[in-house]
């Protein structure tokens, strides 16, 4: 291969770097112009929309909302984020164990509790078997996996 | 308008479809078949605000969300 080959190459692989970080950026403005938000913006917009009026009160005020686990009755608090963000909770609100469950894919923070509430509120018995336990972040051992 | 909602890695995409269209209706069916195939859990909303999970297509429904199959974290 030639020197000129090899300049060749190398511009057009940066030219293409270039082109893609452009048209990426472009697109994220196109869908803020388009949508008048982020794909986060959106995330939570969505999980507003299918908050019961005491979460959503819940969820403006701390970020975080209570769901009642349909089969058992049981209380979970889901927080903002997208891991380790469920915990167990007894009637005084104290964390009781934590658990670790999530939807498939890349998703924003909004659709992943979203999904964990629907998921409790419906269909508990089998969330909880896929889901991972961690303690309580009040326990001696906060955040480390314990078994199932 | 009944819409589908389809959670994405961009947030989300919509699909709106009308029920009295019959090619619009047999695309919105295909569309659940598709997704449930695929491990997405279909959810809709009743007047009152609590949420089902559905495991066939309802043309009548007004929001159906879908998202992907759940996994321990």
Redesign the interface.
């Known amino acids: 291969m030639t020197v000129s080959a090899v300049i060749f190459c190398a511009i057009s692989f940066a030219i293409l770097s270039y082109v893609a970080r452009f048209g990426s950026a472009i697109s994220d403005f196109a ?1 803020r112009w388009l949508t008048g ?1 982020t ?5 939570v917009r ?1 999980l507003r929309e ?1 908050l ?2 005491d979460q959503l009160e819940s969820f403006d005020r701390t970020r975080s909302f209570v769901v009642v686990g349909c089969d058992s009755g049981r209380r979970y608090r889901i927080s903002y984020g997208v ?2 963000n469920v915990y167990e909770i007894d009637q005084g609100g104290g964390e009781v164990t934590g658990l ?9 923070a ?2 992943v509790m ?2 964990q509430k ?2 409790l ?3 508990e018995t089998a ?1 909880l078997k ?3 336990r961690f303690a309580a972040r009040s326990g001696t051992n906060a955040g480390a996996l314990i078994s ?1 | 308008m009944p819409t589908q ?1 389809v ?6 995409s919509r699909h709106s479809f009308d029920p009295a269209d019959e090619i619009e209706l047999l695309r919105a069916e295909d569309r659940f078949c598709e997704l449930l195939k695929n ?1 997405y ?1 279909a ?1 809709s ?1 009743n007047g009152s ?1 609590s ?3 559905t495991w066939t297509f309802d043309p009548a429904a007004e929001e159906t ?1 879908f ?7």
């Open positions: 869908q938000s794909r986060e913006e959106r995330g969505l299918w019961s009026p891991q380790q670790c469950f999530v939807p498939e894919g890349y998703l924003v909004g659709d979203l999904s629907i998921s509120e419906t269909n969330t896929v889901a991972r199932r | 909602i959670m994405d890695a961009n947030g989300d491990g859990t959810a909303r605000g949420v089902t999970v969300l998202y992907p199959r759940l996994v321990g974290g």
